[in-house]
Protein backbone atom coordinates (compact mmCIF):
# COMPACT_ATOMS: atom_id res chain seq x y z
CA UNK A 1 0.00 0.00 0.00
CA UNK A 2 1.28 3.44 -0.95
CA UNK A 3 1.85 6.13 1.27
CA UNK A 4 -0.03 9.33 -0.01
CA UNK A 5 1.35 12.50 1.13
CA UNK A 6 -1.18 14.83 0.30
CA UNK A 7 -5.00 14.78 2.33
CA UNK A 8 -7.05 12.19 0.23
CA UNK A 9 -9.97 14.27 1.14
CA UNK A 10 -8.91 17.63 -0.23
CA UNK A 11 -5.54 17.73 -1.39
CA UNK A 12 -3.63 19.44 0.36
CA UNK A 13 0.21 18.81 1.80
CA UNK A 14 -0.33 16.75 4.96
CA UNK A 15 2.11 18.65 7.72
CA UNK A 16 2.40 18.01 11.45
CA UNK A 17 3.97 21.27 12.17
CA UNK A 18 1.13 24.31 12.21
CA UNK A 19 -2.53 23.64 13.69
CA UNK A 20 -4.93 25.75 11.85
CA UNK A 21 -2.84 25.88 8.31
CA UNK A 22 -3.77 23.70 5.46
CA UNK A 23 -2.51 20.44 5.31
CA UNK A 24 -2.34 19.52 9.75
CA UNK A 25 -2.97 16.10 10.64
CA UNK A 26 -2.19 14.60 14.15
CA UNK A 27 0.12 11.88 14.02
CA UNK A 28 -2.18 9.14 15.07
CA UNK A 29 -3.93 10.26 11.60
CA UNK A 30 -1.11 10.51 9.75
CA UNK A 31 -0.81 6.33 10.40
CA UNK A 32 -4.20 5.77 9.33
CA UNK A 33 -5.06 3.94 5.69
CA UNK A 34 -6.87 6.98 4.81
CA UNK A 35 -5.24 10.42 6.40
CA UNK A 36 -6.97 12.98 6.79
CA UNK A 37 -6.27 16.67 7.49
CA UNK A 38 -7.51 17.79 10.53
CA UNK A 39 -9.72 20.09 8.38
CA UNK A 40 -11.34 17.72 6.63
CA UNK A 41 -11.86 15.75 9.67
CA UNK A 42 -14.18 18.96 11.29
CA UNK A 43 -15.99 19.60 7.95
CA UNK A 44 -16.95 15.88 7.68
CA UNK A 45 -18.00 15.02 11.34
CA UNK A 46 -19.56 18.71 12.46
CA UNK A 47 -19.57 20.65 9.42
CA UNK A 48 -17.16 23.52 10.40
CA UNK A 49 -14.98 25.04 8.26
CA UNK A 50 -11.81 26.79 9.02
CA UNK A 51 -11.14 29.42 6.81
CA UNK A 52 -8.05 28.04 4.97
CA UNK A 53 -8.27 29.47 0.82
CA UNK A 54 -5.80 28.76 -2.22
CA UNK A 55 -5.47 32.64 -4.09
CA UNK A 56 -5.76 32.96 -7.75
CA UNK A 57 -2.65 32.42 -8.66
CA UNK A 58 -1.90 29.15 -6.53
CA UNK A 59 -4.90 27.88 -8.36
CA UNK A 60 -3.99 28.71 -12.10
CA UNK A 61 -0.69 26.94 -11.18
CA UNK A 62 -2.58 24.06 -9.99
CA UNK A 63 -4.90 23.31 -12.68
CA UNK A 64 -2.14 24.43 -15.04
CA UNK A 65 -0.17 20.94 -13.53
CA UNK A 66 -3.24 19.03 -13.47
CA UNK A 67 -3.27 19.56 -17.46
CA UNK A 68 0.07 18.99 -18.22
CA UNK A 69 -0.89 15.64 -20.01
CA UNK A 70 -4.10 16.03 -22.47
CA UNK A 71 -6.54 15.47 -20.72
CA UNK A 72 -10.32 14.91 -21.24
CA UNK A 73 -12.13 18.00 -19.10
CA UNK A 74 -15.16 17.64 -17.21
CA UNK A 75 -15.85 21.15 -17.01
CA UNK A 76 -18.21 21.60 -13.94
CA UNK A 77 -21.16 24.33 -14.18
CA UNK A 78 -23.51 25.63 -11.79
CA UNK A 79 -27.02 25.13 -13.73
CA UNK A 80 -28.08 27.30 -10.77
CA UNK A 81 -25.84 29.92 -11.31
CA UNK A 82 -24.14 29.90 -14.87
CA UNK A 83 -23.32 33.32 -14.71
CA UNK A 84 -21.23 32.43 -11.78
CA UNK A 85 -19.68 29.77 -13.15
CA UNK A 86 -17.07 29.96 -16.05
CA UNK A 87 -13.53 30.24 -14.61
CA UNK A 88 -11.89 33.23 -16.16
CA UNK A 89 -8.41 33.54 -17.44
CA UNK A 90 -7.71 29.79 -17.95
CA UNK A 91 -9.67 29.61 -21.52
CA UNK A 92 -5.93 29.70 -23.32
CA UNK A 93 -5.28 26.68 -21.16
CA UNK A 94 -8.89 24.84 -21.43
CA UNK A 95 -9.03 25.16 -24.92
CA UNK A 96 -6.29 22.80 -25.44
CA UNK A 97 -7.96 19.61 -24.52
CA UNK A 98 -11.43 17.99 -25.01
CA UNK A 99 -14.05 19.79 -23.04
CA UNK A 100 -17.16 18.11 -21.53
CA UNK A 101 -19.20 20.67 -19.88
CA UNK A 102 -20.96 19.30 -17.12
CA UNK A 103 -24.34 21.27 -15.77
CA UNK A 104 -24.92 20.19 -12.10
CA UNK A 105 -27.72 20.86 -9.95
CA UNK A 106 -30.34 20.35 -12.54
CA UNK A 107 -32.12 19.25 -9.07
CA UNK A 108 -32.83 22.51 -8.51
CA UNK A 109 -34.70 23.58 -11.35
CA UNK A 110 -38.62 22.91 -10.73
CA UNK A 111 -39.99 19.31 -11.50
CA UNK A 112 -41.05 18.24 -14.71
CA UNK A 113 -39.22 21.20 -16.77
CA UNK A 114 -38.06 19.61 -19.76
CA UNK A 115 -34.65 18.57 -19.30
CA UNK A 116 -33.76 18.82 -23.07
CA UNK A 117 -34.60 21.53 -23.53
CA UNK A 118 -33.33 22.46 -20.49
CA UNK A 119 -29.65 21.00 -22.14
CA UNK A 120 -29.87 22.84 -24.91
CA UNK A 121 -30.12 26.23 -23.24
CA UNK A 122 -26.83 25.16 -20.76
CA UNK A 123 -25.32 24.84 -23.70
CA UNK A 124 -26.17 27.81 -25.56
CA UNK A 125 -25.37 29.48 -22.19
CA UNK A 126 -22.36 27.61 -21.46
CA UNK A 127 -21.29 29.51 -25.65
CA UNK A 128 -22.20 32.62 -24.72
CA UNK A 129 -19.88 32.09 -21.78
CA UNK A 130 -17.35 30.91 -23.98
CA UNK A 131 -17.05 27.76 -22.95
CA UNK A 132 -16.56 25.81 -25.61
CA UNK A 133 -17.56 22.01 -25.19
CA UNK A 134 -18.26 18.72 -26.85
CA UNK A 135 -20.86 18.16 -25.38
CA UNK A 136 -23.48 19.63 -22.45
CA UNK A 137 -24.61 17.18 -20.12
CA UNK A 138 -27.16 18.09 -17.83
CA UNK A 139 -26.59 16.22 -14.16
CA UNK A 140 -27.53 16.34 -10.59
CA UNK A 141 -24.83 15.48 -8.34
CA UNK A 142 -27.07 14.81 -5.34
CA UNK A 143 -29.78 12.74 -7.01
CA UNK A 144 -27.76 11.07 -9.67
CA UNK A 145 -29.59 12.09 -12.64
CA UNK A 146 -27.80 12.42 -16.09
CA UNK A 147 -24.52 10.52 -14.72
CA UNK A 148 -25.91 6.99 -16.75
CA UNK A 149 -25.04 9.73 -19.56
CA UNK A 150 -22.51 11.19 -18.09
CA UNK A 151 -20.11 7.67 -16.88
CA UNK A 152 -20.91 6.19 -20.47
CA UNK A 153 -19.48 9.26 -22.12
CA UNK A 154 -16.45 9.36 -20.11
CA UNK A 155 -15.62 5.57 -20.20
CA UNK A 156 -15.83 5.86 -23.92
CA UNK A 157 -14.18 9.17 -24.46
CA UNK A 158 -11.32 9.45 -22.17
CA UNK A 159 -9.30 6.26 -23.61
CA UNK A 160 -6.07 6.92 -21.47
CA UNK A 161 -6.09 10.61 -20.99
CA UNK A 162 -7.21 11.42 -17.24
CA UNK A 163 -10.39 13.04 -16.36
CA UNK A 164 -9.58 16.37 -14.83
CA UNK A 165 -12.74 17.94 -12.52
CA UNK A 166 -12.51 21.46 -13.25
CA UNK A 167 -14.28 24.39 -12.66
CA UNK A 168 -15.20 27.23 -10.02
CA UNK A 169 -15.27 26.40 -6.55
CA UNK A 170 -18.80 24.98 -4.84
CA UNK A 171 -20.69 23.93 -8.04
CA UNK A 172 -20.18 20.06 -7.46
CA UNK A 173 -17.06 18.83 -8.52
CA UNK A 174 -16.25 16.86 -5.42
CA UNK A 175 -19.87 15.53 -5.15
CA UNK A 176 -19.71 14.62 -8.78
CA UNK A 177 -16.30 12.92 -8.73
CA UNK A 178 -17.13 10.57 -5.63
CA UNK A 179 -20.58 9.59 -7.70
CA UNK A 180 -18.53 8.68 -10.48
CA UNK A 181 -16.03 6.88 -8.59
CA UNK A 182 -19.36 5.07 -6.71
CA UNK A 183 -20.53 3.92 -10.10
CA UNK A 184 -16.93 3.01 -11.24
CA UNK A 185 -17.52 0.63 -8.44
CA UNK A 186 -14.80 1.67 -6.38
CA UNK A 187 -16.33 0.44 -3.09
CA UNK A 188 -12.84 1.38 -1.57
CA UNK A 189 -14.23 4.51 0.60
CA UNK A 190 -12.02 6.40 -1.96
CA UNK A 191 -14.20 9.62 -1.34
CA UNK A 192 -13.06 12.86 -1.52
CA UNK A 193 -14.41 15.80 1.16
CA UNK A 194 -17.28 18.04 -0.77
CA UNK A 195 -19.32 20.68 1.83
CA UNK A 196 -20.96 23.52 1.53
CA UNK A 197 -18.48 26.22 1.63
CA UNK A 198 -16.81 27.07 -1.33
CA UNK A 199 -12.84 26.37 -1.13
CA UNK A 200 -13.07 22.76 0.18
CA UNK A 201 -11.12 21.70 -1.91
CA UNK A 202 -7.69 22.70 -1.76
CA UNK A 203 -5.08 20.86 -4.07
CA UNK A 204 -5.22 18.32 -7.06
CA UNK A 205 -6.04 14.71 -5.80
CA UNK A 206 -5.52 12.01 -8.70
CA UNK A 207 -7.48 9.03 -8.12
CA UNK A 208 -6.98 5.56 -10.52
CA UNK A 209 -10.51 3.67 -10.84
CA UNK A 210 -10.71 0.20 -10.93
CA UNK A 211 -11.16 -0.64 -14.70
CA UNK A 212 -8.32 2.41 -15.84
CA UNK A 213 -9.74 5.49 -15.38
CA UNK A 214 -7.53 7.93 -14.04
CA UNK A 215 -9.70 10.87 -12.02
CA UNK A 216 -8.44 14.44 -11.16
CA UNK A 217 -10.16 16.27 -8.49
CA UNK A 218 -9.01 20.28 -8.61
CA UNK A 219 -9.35 22.94 -6.03
CA UNK A 220 -12.19 25.93 -7.37
CA UNK A 221 -11.83 28.98 -8.24
CA UNK A 222 -13.05 31.85 -5.70
CA UNK A 223 -13.99 35.04 -6.77
CA UNK A 224 -15.22 38.30 -5.39
CA UNK A 225 -17.71 38.45 -8.50
CA UNK A 226 -20.10 35.54 -7.21
CA UNK A 227 -21.98 36.78 -3.80
CA UNK A 228 -21.30 32.87 -2.66
CA UNK A 229 -17.89 33.69 -2.34
CA UNK A 230 -18.25 36.66 -0.74
CA UNK A 231 -20.99 36.18 2.55
CA UNK A 232 -20.16 34.83 5.42
CA UNK A 233 -20.74 31.16 6.45
CA UNK A 234 -24.03 31.54 8.48
CA UNK A 235 -25.85 34.13 5.26
CA UNK A 236 -24.36 31.16 3.02
CA UNK A 237 -26.85 28.72 4.13
CA UNK A 238 -29.56 31.58 2.83
CA UNK A 239 -28.59 32.14 -0.48
CA UNK A 240 -27.63 28.90 -1.97
CA UNK A 241 -30.66 26.80 -2.50
CA UNK A 242 -31.82 23.04 -0.77
CA UNK A 243 -34.39 22.42 -2.93
CA UNK A 244 -36.35 22.66 -6.44
CA UNK A 245 -36.84 26.79 -6.42
CA UNK A 246 -40.72 27.97 -6.27
CA UNK A 247 -40.43 31.05 -8.64
CA UNK A 248 -42.00 33.42 -6.86
CA UNK A 249 -43.95 35.87 -9.08
CA UNK A 250 -44.77 40.25 -8.77
CA UNK A 251 -46.98 41.61 -10.54
CA UNK A 252 -45.40 45.27 -10.46
CA UNK A 253 -46.21 48.58 -11.39
CA UNK A 254 -43.80 51.17 -12.89
CA UNK A 255 -42.45 53.07 -9.50
CA UNK A 256 -41.98 49.53 -7.25
CA UNK A 257 -39.11 47.46 -6.65
CA UNK A 258 -38.12 44.08 -5.14
CA UNK A 259 -35.55 43.41 -2.83
CA UNK A 260 -33.92 39.95 -2.76
CA UNK A 261 -32.59 39.69 0.60
CA UNK A 262 -30.49 42.76 1.26
CA UNK A 263 -28.25 41.81 -1.71
CA UNK A 264 -29.62 43.11 -4.59
CA UNK A 265 -32.57 45.22 -5.63
CA UNK A 266 -34.49 45.30 -9.15
CA UNK A 267 -36.27 48.75 -9.38
CA UNK A 268 -39.24 49.11 -12.10
CA UNK A 269 -39.16 52.10 -13.61
CA UNK A 270 -41.08 52.13 -16.49
CA UNK A 271 -43.12 50.22 -18.52
CA UNK A 272 -46.11 48.24 -18.34
CA UNK A 273 -47.18 46.93 -15.63
CA UNK A 274 -46.15 42.84 -15.83
CA UNK A 275 -44.79 40.20 -13.75
CA UNK A 276 -41.51 39.90 -12.48
CA UNK A 277 -40.51 36.51 -11.34
CA UNK A 278 -37.38 35.97 -9.21
CA UNK A 279 -35.71 32.52 -9.21
CA UNK A 280 -33.60 32.25 -5.74
CA UNK A 281 -33.50 30.20 -2.59
CA UNK A 282 -36.54 29.37 -1.37
CA UNK A 283 -35.33 30.23 1.93
CA UNK A 284 -34.30 33.93 1.03
CA UNK A 285 -36.91 36.48 1.82
CA UNK A 286 -37.86 38.76 -1.00
CA UNK A 287 -39.52 42.00 -0.84
CA UNK A 288 -41.90 44.18 -2.49
CA UNK A 289 -41.93 48.04 -2.35
CA UNK A 290 -42.45 51.28 -3.35
CA UNK A 291 -39.72 52.95 -5.25
CA UNK A 292 -39.88 55.85 -3.24
CA UNK A 293 -39.10 53.72 -0.30
CA UNK A 294 -36.24 51.69 -0.92
CA UNK A 295 -33.63 53.83 0.25
CA UNK A 296 -34.78 54.41 3.22
CA UNK A 297 -36.00 50.85 4.03
CA UNK A 298 -32.71 49.63 3.13
CA UNK A 299 -31.21 52.17 5.50
CA UNK A 300 -33.53 50.80 8.32
CA UNK A 301 -33.42 47.61 7.75
CA UNK A 302 -30.54 46.26 6.11
CA UNK A 303 -29.54 42.87 8.17
CA UNK A 304 -32.74 42.46 9.58
CA UNK A 305 -35.86 42.17 7.04
CA UNK A 306 -33.48 42.63 4.21
CA UNK A 307 -31.10 39.82 5.39
CA UNK A 308 -28.60 38.63 3.65
CA UNK A 309 -26.05 40.72 4.60
CA UNK A 310 -25.89 40.00 8.16
CA UNK A 311 -24.01 41.84 11.01
CA UNK A 312 -20.92 40.01 9.72
CA UNK A 313 -20.76 39.84 6.64
CA UNK A 314 -21.88 43.61 5.86
CA UNK A 315 -19.06 45.57 5.77
CA UNK A 316 -18.20 44.51 2.19
CA UNK A 317 -21.18 43.64 0.76
CA UNK A 318 -22.95 47.44 1.58
CA UNK A 319 -23.51 50.29 -0.57
CA UNK A 320 -25.24 48.47 -4.21
CA UNK A 321 -24.12 49.96 -6.84
CA UNK A 322 -26.68 50.86 -9.51
CA UNK A 323 -26.95 49.16 -13.29
CA UNK A 324 -29.59 50.30 -15.63
CA UNK A 325 -30.83 47.79 -17.62
CA UNK A 326 -33.11 48.36 -20.69
CA UNK A 327 -35.35 45.30 -21.69
CA UNK A 328 -36.51 45.26 -25.02
CA UNK A 329 -38.98 43.02 -24.81
CA UNK A 330 -38.97 41.04 -27.69
CA UNK A 331 -38.46 37.95 -25.91
CA UNK A 332 -38.20 37.22 -21.93
CA UNK A 333 -34.76 37.67 -20.58
CA UNK A 334 -33.55 37.27 -16.86
CA UNK A 335 -31.74 39.40 -15.60
CA UNK A 336 -28.83 37.07 -13.65
CA UNK A 337 -26.77 37.70 -10.29
CA UNK A 338 -24.33 35.43 -10.00
CA UNK A 339 -24.49 33.47 -6.58
CA UNK A 340 -28.33 34.74 -5.92
CA UNK A 341 -30.08 33.76 -8.56
CA UNK A 342 -31.97 35.44 -11.47
CA UNK A 343 -35.31 37.57 -11.75
CA UNK A 344 -37.00 37.31 -15.51
CA UNK A 345 -38.31 40.09 -17.25
CA UNK A 346 -41.19 39.17 -19.87
CA UNK A 347 -41.57 42.48 -21.70
CA UNK A 348 -39.93 45.77 -22.23
CA UNK A 349 -38.93 47.66 -19.07
CA UNK A 350 -36.56 50.28 -18.05
CA UNK A 351 -34.67 48.75 -14.63
CA UNK A 352 -32.39 49.73 -12.40
CA UNK A 353 -30.81 46.93 -10.62
CA UNK A 354 -28.83 47.34 -7.68
CA UNK A 355 -25.94 45.29 -6.14
CA UNK A 356 -22.84 45.16 -4.02
CA UNK A 357 -19.47 46.36 -5.53
CA UNK A 358 -18.10 43.95 -8.01
CA UNK A 359 -21.19 42.04 -8.10
CA UNK A 360 -22.39 42.40 -12.13
CA UNK A 361 -26.12 41.64 -12.96
CA UNK A 362 -25.78 39.38 -16.76
CA UNK A 363 -28.79 39.91 -18.94
CA UNK A 364 -29.49 36.82 -20.87
CA UNK A 365 -32.18 34.67 -22.68
CA UNK A 366 -34.91 33.52 -20.63
CA UNK A 367 -34.09 30.04 -19.19
CA UNK A 368 -38.13 29.60 -18.93
CA UNK A 369 -40.98 31.02 -21.13
CA UNK A 370 -40.41 32.05 -24.07
CA UNK A 371 -44.30 31.51 -24.93
CA UNK A 372 -45.62 34.77 -25.11
CA UNK A 373 -43.20 36.09 -27.39
CA UNK A 374 -45.61 37.03 -30.31
CA UNK A 375 -48.40 37.71 -28.17
CA UNK A 376 -47.87 41.19 -26.91
CA UNK A 377 -45.64 40.35 -23.82
CA UNK A 378 -48.24 41.88 -21.47
CA UNK A 379 -48.18 40.68 -17.39
CA UNK A 380 -50.40 38.77 -17.12
CA UNK A 381 -49.70 36.32 -19.86
CA UNK A 382 -46.26 36.52 -18.66
CA UNK A 383 -47.41 35.21 -15.53
CA UNK A 384 -49.31 32.38 -17.36
CA UNK A 385 -46.71 31.41 -19.34
CA UNK A 386 -44.12 31.85 -17.31
CA UNK A 387 -44.72 28.46 -15.41
CA UNK A 388 -44.45 30.71 -12.68
CA UNK A 389 -47.83 31.77 -10.61
CA UNK A 390 -47.66 27.97 -9.08
CA UNK A 391 -44.87 25.74 -9.30
CA UNK A 392 -46.58 23.52 -12.01
CA UNK A 393 -44.76 21.21 -14.35
CA UNK A 394 -47.10 20.82 -16.70
CA UNK A 395 -46.91 24.72 -16.95
CA UNK A 396 -43.37 24.57 -17.54
CA UNK A 397 -43.97 21.92 -19.93
CA UNK A 398 -46.12 24.29 -21.84
CA UNK A 399 -43.59 26.72 -22.35
CA UNK A 400 -40.94 24.59 -23.30
CA UNK A 401 -42.89 23.16 -25.52
CA UNK A 402 -44.12 26.54 -26.75
CA UNK A 403 -40.59 27.67 -26.94
CA UNK A 404 -39.63 24.87 -29.28
CA UNK A 405 -42.77 25.27 -31.79
CA UNK A 406 -41.58 28.84 -32.72
CA UNK A 407 -38.00 27.85 -33.09
CA UNK A 408 -37.55 30.68 -36.10
CA UNK A 409 -36.43 33.90 -35.25
CA UNK A 410 -33.02 33.49 -33.86
CA UNK A 411 -32.69 31.01 -30.82
CA UNK A 412 -28.75 30.89 -32.33
CA UNK A 413 -28.14 32.13 -28.62
CA UNK A 414 -27.20 35.82 -29.21
CA UNK A 415 -27.72 36.59 -25.35
CA UNK A 416 -28.60 39.87 -25.04
CA UNK A 417 -30.87 40.49 -27.96
CA UNK A 418 -33.91 41.48 -25.94
CA UNK A 419 -31.98 43.80 -23.23
CA UNK A 420 -29.07 45.69 -23.45
CA UNK A 421 -27.13 47.51 -20.38
CA UNK A 422 -24.89 50.27 -19.54
CA UNK A 423 -21.68 48.68 -21.70
CA UNK A 424 -21.58 46.26 -19.05
CA UNK A 425 -23.29 42.62 -19.97
CA UNK A 426 -21.07 40.10 -21.72
CA UNK A 427 -20.78 39.25 -25.07
CA UNK A 428 -22.26 37.41 -27.84
CA UNK A 429 -21.89 33.80 -28.32
CA UNK A 430 -18.45 32.37 -29.35
CA UNK A 431 -18.04 29.46 -31.89
CA UNK A 432 -16.72 26.21 -31.34
CA UNK A 433 -19.09 23.95 -29.37
CA UNK A 434 -19.77 20.88 -30.96
CA UNK A 435 -22.64 19.05 -30.13
CA UNK A 436 -22.84 15.51 -28.94
N1 LIG B 1 -28.61 20.72 -4.96
C1 LIG B 1 -27.45 20.18 -5.28
N2 LIG B 1 -26.36 20.43 -4.54
C2 LIG B 1 -25.21 19.84 -4.90
C3 LIG B 1 -25.11 19.00 -6.02
N3 LIG B 1 -23.82 18.61 -6.13
C4 LIG B 1 -23.16 19.17 -5.11
N4 LIG B 1 -24.00 19.91 -4.36
C5 LIG B 1 -23.67 20.67 -3.16
O1 LIG B 1 -22.80 21.73 -3.52
C6 LIG B 1 -21.89 22.00 -2.46
C7 LIG B 1 -20.48 22.00 -2.99
O2 LIG B 1 -20.13 20.68 -3.36
P1 LIG B 1 -18.62 20.26 -3.61
O3 LIG B 1 -18.64 18.94 -4.30
O4 LIG B 1 -17.83 20.38 -2.37
O5 LIG B 1 -18.19 21.39 -4.64
P2 LIG B 1 -16.74 21.67 -5.26
O6 LIG B 1 -16.98 22.20 -6.64
O7 LIG B 1 -15.88 20.46 -5.16
O8 LIG B 1 -16.23 22.83 -4.32
P3 LIG B 1 -14.72 23.31 -4.01
O9 LIG B 1 -13.92 22.11 -3.61
O10 LIG B 1 -14.92 24.27 -2.92
O11 LIG B 1 -14.22 23.94 -5.26
C8 LIG B 1 -22.16 20.93 -1.40
O12 LIG B 1 -22.99 21.50 -0.42
C9 LIG B 1 -22.88 19.85 -2.17
O13 LIG B 1 -23.75 19.11 -1.36
C10 LIG B 1 -26.28 18.75 -6.79
O14 LIG B 1 -26.31 18.05 -7.79
N5 LIG B 1 -27.42 19.38 -6.37
MG1 LIG C 1 -14.11 20.17 -4.19
ZN1 LIG D 1 -8.03 17.60 3.92
ZN1 LIG E 1 -23.24 37.27 7.11
Not at 114 to 130: F, G, H, I, V
Not at 174 to 193: H, I, K
Not at 276 to 288: G, I, K, P, S
Request: hydrophobic share 40%.
Amino acid sequence: MSFSLVCTGCGAPLQMDTEGERGFITSEAFMRDKPLCRRCYRLIHYGQMESVQIGEQEYRTTVMRALAKPSLILYVLDAFDMAGSAVRGLAGVINQHEVIAVANKIDLYPHGSSRDKLRQWLSREALRLQIAHRAMLPVSAETGEGFDALHEMVSRVAGDRPVVVMGMANVGKSTVLNRLLAMAGDVQERSVTASPFPGTTLGAIAIKVAGGLHIVDTPGLIGRHRLQDRVCGKSLGLILPKAALRPRVFQLEPGQTIYIGGLARVDFEQGEAQSFVVYAANQLHVHRTKLARADELYRQHLGSLLTPPCPECADDLRGLVATPIRVKGERPVDVALPGLGWVRVGAAASLTVHAPQGITPAVRPAVFGVAERGHGGSGRRAARFGGARSVNPSGLRTVFAKRGESASGGRGGSGTRGASTAGRHSGPATRGGKRP
